[in-house]
């Protein structure tokens, strides 16, 4: 592993761009290569063997690229394919999972209660609150299944009427009722935290993972003595298992007009 190879970063469809965005603004000198499974998204209701399946491919191919560090950028594929995402990676390259970081960062806050909204998938593996109860047993965690919020933003509806609408609908629900803590379980949400914040009027502290598992990169890449020391030559690049116009689209909006797209078939 050496400074200069890329931090592979992937999610099943756009979501992840909000993790490799700031990962981006918080190490410059990185170069990053993403992959986007947009051909078998959604993950959130899926099977387990089949998330596995596609994270196990997925990974293989960004150490074919040599990345020094794979970011499963997606709470669904951390939720499930974790152990098997670490065994592809064993002594090639360091692995993170999204969901780890936020447990953490949260368990150390004043939380007394925490909700927690994902996919299907993520709110039923129950790998947030068993996280969250092994590291503070004070707090109370309310999770809340909100399928309809990832085909929404994949399908561009945000800051809109029909985002607001399915929001509050979901946000309404007597699970939630007092948190004082959100956590936007899925990679897809930062895309909606301002309508979330307007939602509950600021007093609910939203977490953002795509914030802390920024932070989280850099330190393990710290420690790691593999934090690039010098701009990369190259543009970041962008793979998909399926060419979208949604995917280019939002992957300019983070990181410009000057990308390129390849299609891979896995
Ligand atoms: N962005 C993903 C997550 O964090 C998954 C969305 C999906 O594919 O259902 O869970």
Do not use: W
């Not at 996919?119 to 299944?145: F, H, R």
């Not at 979901?170 to 007092?178: D, G, Q, S, T």
């Not at 920024?214 to 793979?239: D, G, I, T, Y």
Request: charged share 20%; hydrophobic share 40%.
């Amino acid at each position: 592993m050496k400074k200069t190879n890329s931090i592979g970063i992937f999610d099943s469809g756009i979501g992840g761009l909000t993790v490799g965005h700031q990962i981006a603004k918080l190490m410059p000198n990185e170069h990053i290569i993403y992959f986007g499974d947009t051909k078998h998204l959604p993950y959130g209701d899926k099977s387990a063997d089949a998330i596995k399946s596609y994270s196990k491919k997925i990974t293989e191919f960004l150490i074919e690229q040599q990345c020094k560090m794979v970011v499963i950028a997606c709470n669904t594929a951390s939720a499930l394919a974790f152990k098997e995402v670490l065994e592809c990676c064993k002594g090639l390259a360091i692995v993170l999972n999204v969901i780890d970081p936020v447990a953490e960062h949260t368990s150390k806050s004043k939380a007394k209660k925490i909700g927690v909204i994902g996919t299907k998938n993520t709110i039923a593996s129950n790998a947030y609150s068993a996280k969250l109860g092994e590291l503070n047993k004070n707090v109370t965690i309310a999770s809340l299944p909100t399928p309809l919020l990832v085909p929404m933003i994949e399908e561009g509806f945000y800051n809109d009427k029909i985002s607001t609408s399915i929001i509050s609908n979901y946000l309404e629900n007597k699970v939630l009722e007092n948190i004082d803590h959100l956590i936007l379980g899925c990679t897809h949400y930062p895309l909606i935290e301002d309508e979330i914040n307007k939602y509950y009027e600021n007093k609910v502290v939203i977490v953002n993972s795509a914030k802390i598992v920024s932070q989280f990169v850099k330190k393990r890449l710290q420690e790691n003595k593999l934090l690039a020391s010098v701009p990369s030559k190259n543009s970041h690049l962008f793979f998909v298992s399926d060419y979208t116009k949604s995917f280019e689209q939002s992957a300019q909006y983070f990181f410009g007009q000057r990308i390129s797209f390849t299609e891979v078939v896995l």
